[in-house]
C-alpha cells in the first residue's frame, strides 16, 4: 500500500556533525512535502517544504533534497546542535489537503 | 492569538466518560485540522474543516469520535464512551489556505497537543 516511511527511527548524531535524515515515499503523485521538528512536550514544527518540481531546497542550516526516480526525500541538518534533538517528520501530500505522516526519525545530539 | 492554543493540555479520564478537547487556530486560518499521536508514533489524520464546506471527517476511527467547528474558528473533538486504546495526543493544526493547489503552500502550524490518558 501507499506510506511515507523513515528509514531509521533513530539517529545519534556528534555535535558540530552534520545530520542525514531519510523518508521513503510511495506514492508518485505526491507534489509536495514537509519536514517537521517535533520536541519533547511540543507540537510539530515547520522545518522546510518542497515541492515535485524541485530537487533541492535550501533553509538555515537545513536543505531537503527530493529524488522523484527513486521516491527519496531527506532532510540534511548542517553542524547539528543540542537543540536539533528532536523526532523529526516528514509529511506527504497526497490530495489537496491531507498530509500523511511517517513514524519519525528520533534524533540525538551527544555533546 | 500568535498560536494555535488548545486545552486541556493534559487530561485523565476513566474508561467510559466523555472527553472533550478544545482547539484555537491562529485568526485568519481558515483551514483545521486534528490528528493523534499514539506513544511513538507518526499523527494519524482525523478531521479537516475548511471554511463553510462539509469536513472530511474520514480518519475518525470510530463513531465514538465527533467533531465540530462554531463559527469558523474554534474546534471542539468529542470522544464518547472512551476507551484505553483512545489514549494518545490529540493535535490540532490550522493552515492559511488549507491546499496545495497553485502557489500556496499547505504549512500547518501544530498546538502543543492535549494529551488524554483513560485509565
Known amino acids: 500500500g501507499e506510506s511515507v516511511g523513515l528509514h531509521l527511527p533513530t539517529l545519534s548524531v556528534q555535535e558540530g556533525d552534520n545530520s542525514i535524515i531519510n523518508c521513503a515515499y510511495s506514492?508518485?503523485?505526491?507534489?509536495?512535502f514537509i519536514w517537521y521538528k517535533q520536541e519533547s512536550g511540543k507540537g510539530p514544527q515547520f522545518i522546510i517544504d518542497i515541492r515535485s518540481n524541485m530537487d533541492k531546497r535550501q533553509g538555515q542550516r537545513v536543505t531537503v533534497l527530493l529524488n522523484k526516480t527513486v521516491k527519496h526525500l531527506s532532510l540534511q541538518i548542517a553542524a547539528t546542535q543540542p537543540g536539533d534533538s528532536a523526532v523529526y517528520f516528514c509529511?506527504?501530500?497526497?490530495?489537496?489537503?491531507?498530509?500523511?505522516f511517517g513514524a519519525g526519525t528520533t534524533v540525538t545530539v551527544r555533546a | 492569538g500568535a498560536g494555535v492554543s488548545q486545552s486541556p493540555s493534559n487530561k485523565v479520564t476513566e474508561k467510559g466518560k466523555d472527553v472533550e478537547l478544545r482547539c484555537d487556530p491562529i485568526?485568519?486560518?481558515?483551514?483545521l485540522y486534528w490528528y493523534r499521536q499514539s506513544l511513538g508514533q507518526g499523527l494519524e489524520f482525523l478531521i479537516y474543516f475548511q471554511g463553510n464546506s462539509a469536513p472530511d471527517k474520514s480518519g475518525l476511527p470510530s463513531d465514538r469520535f465527533s467533531a465540530e467547528r462554531t463559527g469558523g474558528s474554534v474546534s471542539t473533538l468529542t470522544i464518547q464512551r472512551t476507551q484505553q486504546e483512545d489514549s494518545a495526543v490529540y493535535l490540532c493544526?490550522?493552515?492559511?489556505?488549507?491546499?496545495?493547489?497553485?502557489?500556496?503552500?499547505?504549512?500547518?502550524?501544530f498546538g502543543a497537543g492535549s494529551r488524554l490518558t483513560v485509565l
Open positions: 506514492n508518485s503523485a505526491s507534489d509536495y
Open positions: 485568526s485568519g486560518h481558515t483551514a
Open positions: 493544526a490550522s493552515s492559511l489556505v488549507g491546499t496545495t493547489s497553485g502557489s500556496g503552500a499547505n504549512v500547518l502550524t
Open positions: 509529511a506527504e501530500n497526497r490530495n489537496d489537503y491531507k498530509l500523511s
